[in-house]
């Protein structure tokens, strides 16, 4: 898994997906007018060359088509130097420039990284940076349809790499990172029973069974809660203590 420390060198330019937008050239924010982080969003996430058409009707689907294609020619005049240089702009087709580095296309190869690797192959540094990379949502807060269409993926991916790398991370006995990882899953999707099990195993491990059980239960009653249904058999099994009250 590659470290991030190397975003922001001179003269790169660097757009931010995961958590809130930014571009960022040489370490520094970029001022974005209206509609320019946007356009850039929606052409990162892409990751092709859009036809002019496609990108105006998404960004203003309420507005008629000529608006629309208005809007995109405002925004496009007035970028500045930097938000300019971060485009490739054709006359039928834009996209991003190939030279700007997208923190979420490094985070996606991190999570496939983690998921075909049958151990463990990294530092806990690394891996607690792929834990932070790992429990960012893309564009959080952005509602619109063509970024909740790739949220949903991104989600289940990083949802998948999380616990892999939690289950990676105890079978190297690196307890401490292993529970982090368990955590983060947990905190992208409290209802998930492979998360919470992670966890509970990692207490397992390390002679907890009072930690664990606690943590059984507390996914129970979230569950019940929420779904008025109780946990599987298999969790009940992996948590002893808890099979014998069920």
Same mark, same amino acid.
């Given at each position: 898994?590659?470290?991030?420390?190397?975003?922001?060198?001179?003269?790169?330019?660097?757009? $931010?997906?995961?958590?809130?937008?930014?571009?960022?050239?040489?370490?520094?924010?970029?001022? =974005?007018? @209206?509609?320019?982080?946007?356009?850039?969003?929606?052409?990162?996430?892409?990751?092709?060359?859009?036809?002019r058409l496609v990108v105006a009707t998404n960004l203003w689907p309420d507005a008629a088509t000529h608006r629309a294609y208005g809007n995109l020619?405002?925004?496009?005049?007035?970028?500045?130097?930097?938000?300019?240089?971060?485009?490739?702009?054709?006359?039928?087709?834009?996209?991003?420039?190939?030279?700007?580095?997208?923190?979420?296309?490094?985070?996606?190869?991190?999570?496939?990284?983690?998921?075909?690797? @049958?151990?463990?192959?990294?530092?806990?540094?690394?891996?607690?940076?792929?834990?932070?990379? =790992?429990?960012?949502?893309?564009?959080?807060?952005?509602?619109?349809?063509?970024?909740?269409?790739?949220?949903?993926?991104?989600?289940? *991916?990083?949802?998948?790499?999380?616990?892999? *790398?939690? @289950? #990676? =991370? =105890?079978?190297? @006995?690196?307890?401490?990172?292993?529970?982090?990882?368990?955590?983060?899953?947990?905190?992208?999707?409290?209802?998930?029973?492979?998360? $919470?099990?992670?966890?509970?195993?990692?207490?397992?491990? #390390?002679?907890? #069974?009072?930690?664990?059980?606690?943590?059984?239960?507390?996914?129970?009653?979230?569950?019940?809660?929420?779904?008025?249904?109780?946990?599987?058999?298999?969790?009940?099994?992996?948590?002893?203590?808890?099979?014998?009250?069920?």
């Amino acid at each position: 898994m590659a470290p991030t420390s190397g975003f922001g060198e001179p003269g790169e330019t660097h757009a $931010y997906l995961l958590g809130s937008f930014e571009l960022k050239r040489s370490g520094s924010a970029v001022a =974005l007018a @209206d509609g320019a982080a946007h356009l850039l969003a929606f052409l990162a996430v892409a990751g092709r060359p859009v036809e002019r058409l496609v990108v105006a009707t998404n960004l203003w689907p309420d507005a008629a088509t000529h608006r629309a294609y208005g809007n995109l020619r405002s925004v496009l005049a007035r970028a500045g130097r930097s938000v300019r240089g971060a485009l490739c702009i054709g006359h039928e087709r834009l996209s991003l420039a190939d030279h700007v580095r997208v923190d979420w296309y490094e985070g996606r190869a991190t999570a496939l990284r983690i998921l075909e690797a @049958d151990t463990l192959s990294v530092s806990a540094h690394d891996a607690m940076g792929a834990v932070s990379t =790992l429990s960012s949502e893309l564009l959080s807060g952005w509602h619109e349809e063509w970024v909740i269409s790739a949220q949903e993926p991104w989600r289940e *991916l990083r949802l998948q790499a999380l616990e892999t *790398l939690a @289950d #990676q =991370l =105890l079978a190297a @006995d690196r307890y401490a990172c292993a529970a982090v990882a368990a955590h983060a899953a947990i905190q992208v999707e409290p209802l998930r029973e492979s998360a $919470y099990s992670g966890l509970i195993r990692v207490h397992l491990a #390390q002679g907890n #069974q009072a930690e664990a059980l606690r943590q059984y239960e507390r996914y129970r009653l979230l569950l019940w809660e929420a779904l008025g249904v109780e946990p599987t058999e298999r969790l009940r099994h992996l948590t002893p203590t808890a099979e014998r009250r069920s």
